[in-house]
């Protein structure tokens, strides 16, 4: 079966601070990897994919995320939060070859002034 | 401007009586999806398109469905819609390709009494 996992349900940090938000993930065969963020009231916009090739994947916004295949990982960082980055933010994977996607439950980001 | 659109954002409805909402994007993509978010489940997805006439269950389709007769629209149909229904729905799109990046609609919320 494939999922995701967004173990933190919320993750505060202060501004100006570096902010992680972890995912990890279970797929057959090579995962393609997604990060997106929504806003009150909108819908998803997208941040960042892992396909191939660096496993490190830089986004909008100044995100990036970092693809680690042996502990099945994807985490989103970015070295200063703002206060603007408070969003909930979700993490989701489709497997190489397949149609359908997955989606973590998401993680609730607040950054604090 | 590139989007997806979907009518209406919000809707109320009583038990049984069917309903359409409808889903349109105007960037000429070939697949399109359909999600539900719920809190603590994050998103699931409902039906997905790889392009006209070509639909695929995903995770949670019972009590839905869907049709692709044109490439730009794809509507939800709930023939008897039920309370475990009430959720907050959102149309996505992708150009078929390595990524799949989707882009979201706005969402309906959709409740059922």
């Known amino acids: 079966a494939q999922s995701v996992a967004q173990p933190e349900d919320q993750v505060n940090v202060a501004e100006g601070n570096p902010l992680t938000v972890k995912c990890t993930y279970s797929v057959s ?25 660096d496993n490190l994947v830089k986004g909008s916004y100044g995100f990036e995320a970092e693809f680690n295949k042996s502990q099945t990982s994807f985490h989103l960082k970015k070295p200063s939060a703002l206060v ?26 607040t950054v604090i002034p | 401007e590139a989007q997806v659109t979907q009518n209406p954002r919000y809707l109320i409805t009583v038990t049984g009586k069917k309903l359409t909402v409808t889903c349109s994007q105007n960037m000429n993509h070939e ?56 959720s907050l729905y959102f149309c996505a799109s992708a150009a078929r390709g390595v990524s799949y990046e989707q882009y979201f609609g706005p969402g309906t919320r959709l409740t059922v009494t």
Not at chain 1, 39 to 49: A, E, M, S, V
Not at chain 2, 53 to 62: F, I, N, Q
């Open chain 1, 29 to 53: 065969g090579n995962p393609y990897l997604f990060w997106y963020v929504q806003y009150p009231n909108r819908g998803l916009q997208f941040l960042l994919k892992y396909i191939t090739g």
């Open chain 1, 84 to 109: 603007s980055d408070s969003a909930l933010y979700f993490c989701a994977v489709r497997a190489e070859g397949g149609n359908q996607f997955y989606f973590g439950t998401g993680t609730s980001l």
């Open chain 2, 31 to 86: 697949y399109m999806s359909w999600y539900r978010q719920d809190p603590g489940l994050g998103l699931r997805q409902i039906y997905y398109s790889m392009n006209v006439e070509v639909t695929d269950k995903g995770d949670v389709p019972e009590g839905y469905k869907v049709s692709r007769k044109e490439k730009r629209n794809f509507p939800l149909i709930l023939e008897s819609p039920s309370p475990n229904q009430t």
